[in-house]
């Protein structure tokens, strides 16, 4: 039996198999660059956060209606429930869509579809993170956040990603503080290409609560020591971090010193159907390369929860 875990940095569109990819593309009549499935996995092939992003945003082409989003998630909960998700907190990109004529509520409602009836399909409980994309202007991510105010009972926060170098937080201060005043949680993508600083921006303008990669917090044994200080979650993603290169290999991934410093660190899967592996597989992954002991894994497991959205009623339910 797999470690039952909550998973807090899903992209749900990374979560889009080949397979499902061309399923979609027939019944919306959307041609694709690729011949076969063989074809475009062989395709994805990165060497960083931009050249990914670009193939990425290209597929999602495909996804079009209501339904292709509900069949999205339900593929991804399936996934995650099989490898011991008991709670997800799913990412979705809605400018990425806006930009494309799907409208936020074919998304939000798409997605929804599959969401209402998670826990008692796939026993997993999820929430919704709505993501601005960082290299687009702040004015186009307030315009979002005003689009989505008719969804905000769906929507348990916000966060940002996205190609990072050169679009450093305070670019969305005002965005940040409206959704803040709507009620909404934050948590931000930072430290993954970008440097510290990042970090500690996303923690004194933006307000974020927990921090999404955050992985080059480790150039900053000062920012290290405050993180821990504050118990600010980080979402580490080990397998996406290997194949975009930001560690040249997963026995080199700072996982096991980040815990020894005391950082509340978890595992998670990011953008799975491209990086190799959910959530189980991180952990799988992570265990294999670092030779973390079972000791560690429970604790990788039982912080998954901690630093989730839930309540602690929830939380003890979920665990
Ligand atoms: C992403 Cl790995 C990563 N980083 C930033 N933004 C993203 N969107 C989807 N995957
Ligand atoms: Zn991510």
Known sequence: MPLPKAELH??????????????????NGVRLPYADTEALRGAYR???????????????????????????ANAYLARAAAQGVRHAEIFFDPQAHLSRGVALGTVVEGLWRALERSEAVHGVSTQLIMCFLRDES?????????????????????????????????????????????????????????????????????????????????????????????RVPLTLCPLSNVRLRAVDALAEHPLPAMLDAGLLCTVNSDDPAYFGGYAGDNFDAVRTALGLDEDRLRELARNSFT????????ERRAR
């Not at 970008?194 to 996303?202: K, S």
């Open 10 to 27: 899903l992209h749900i569109e990374g979560t889009l198999e080949p397979e499902l990819a061309f399923e979609l593309a027939e019944r």
């Open 46 to 72: 990165f060497d960083d956060l931009r050249s990914f992003l670009d193939l990425y945003y290209g597929l999602m082409a495909v996804l079009r209606t209501e339904r292709d989003f509900e069949d999205l």
């Open 138 to 230: 702040a004015a186009s991510a307030l315009e979002t956040l005003d689009a989505a105010k008719p969804y905000l009972h769906r929507i348990t926060g916000v966060g940002l990603d996205s190609a990072e170098v050169g679009h450093p937080p305070v670019k969305f201060r005002e965005v940040y503080e409206a959704a803040a005043a709507l009620g909404l949680r934050r948590v931000a993508h930072a430290g993954e290409e970008g440097p510290p600083e990042y970090i500690t921006e996303a923690l004194d303008v933006l307000g974020a609560e927990r921090i999404d990669h955050g992985l080059r917090c480790m150039e900053d044994p000062a920012l290290v020591a405050r993180l821990v200080r504050e």
């Open 307 to 314: 630093a989730s959205f839930l309540e602690h009623d929830e």
